[in-house]
Nanobody
């Protein structure tokens, strides 16, 4: 099992930017899927972005394409989520998730065994 720690959440005005970080206690550069999910009050958890560490292939939810960017720093066992042009509807708890030693990557919740505790992002208009 891997421990995941998120940071970087906060409050920002619409149109602003935030960068979230997720640091893993262990990391597999060669074959991990690392992802960000979010959950707003009263809504289901949804996939935001994922990265397949083998090739750096990235995946994004439709609502964040063109605004959010996921990236990795293997030396720091860290995955980032750069969020730009934030909207009030981006307000949610953001969770990091990991699936180590995997052969696939997706934004399906069922793929991920390990989860962080979340970091809150609040966007006001």
């Amino acid at each position: 099992q891997v421990q995941l720690e998120e940071s970087g959440g906060g409050s920002v005005l619409a149109g602003g930017s935030l960068r979230l970080s997720c640091t893993a206690s262990s990391y597999s550069r060669s074959s991990s899927c690392m992802a960000w999910f979010r959950q707003a009050p009263g809504k289901e958890r949804e996939g935001v972005a994922a990265i397949f560490t083998t090739r750096g292939t990235t995946y994004y939810g439709d609502s964040v394409k063109g605004r959010f960017t996921i990236s990795q720093d293997n030396a720091k066992n860290t995955v980032y989520l750069e969020m730009n042009s934030l909207k009030p509807e981006d307000t949610a708890m953001y969770y990091c998730a990991a699936d180590l030693w995997t052969t696939r990557c997706s934004l399906e919740m069922t793929q991920f065994r390990d989860w962080g505790h979340g970091t809150q992002v609040t966007v006001s208009s």
